[in-house]
């Protein structure tokens, strides 16, 4: 049974920082792409970054130079470090796992995902 679980939301003021984990269990960790979305309330859910299994990574202009994904395949372990954040930033932020080896950015390629982590940001 394919498990993807987030842990490291939470509140912050403007410019801060966070560190979203991903913790993946059920399945091989190094054989899918792996991608964040967000989404923020009354708003649909937003692609934010994708790394696929040779740890190629593409990230969404609106947070290009601020997040890193990271992965550890050792310890089953998929990270978001967010950097200089902003109040539009808010949003329940999720883990996912692709159908593929390779990334896409439509939310439907994405098989499992997880239950969510709340990242608030305060100006």
């Known amino acids: 049974q394919v498990q993807l679980v987030e842990s490291g939301g939470g509140s912050v003021q403007a410019r801060g920082s966070l560190r979203l984990s991903c913790t993946a269990s059920?399945?091989?960790?190094?054989?899918?792409?792996l991608a964040w979305f967000r989404q923020a309330p009354r708003q649909e859910r937003e692609w934010v970054v994708t790394?696929?299994?040779?740890?190629?990574?593409r990230y969404a202009e609106s947070v290009k130079g601020r997040f890193t994904i990271s992965k550890d395949n050792a310890k089953n372990t998929l990270y978001l470090q967010m950097d200089s954040l902003k109040p539009e930033d808010t949003a329940m932020y999720y883990c996912?796992?692709?159908?593929?080896?390779?990334?896409?950015?439509?939310?439907?390629?994405?098989?499992?995902w997880g239950q969510g982590t709340q990242v608030t940001v305060s100006s």
């Open positions: 790394i696929n299994t040779d740890g190629n990574t």
């Open positions: 996912a796992r692709g159908r593929w080896r390779a990334c896409l950015t439509t939310s439907s390629t994405y098989v499992y």
């Open positions: 059920g399945y091989t960790f190094s054989s899918y792409c």
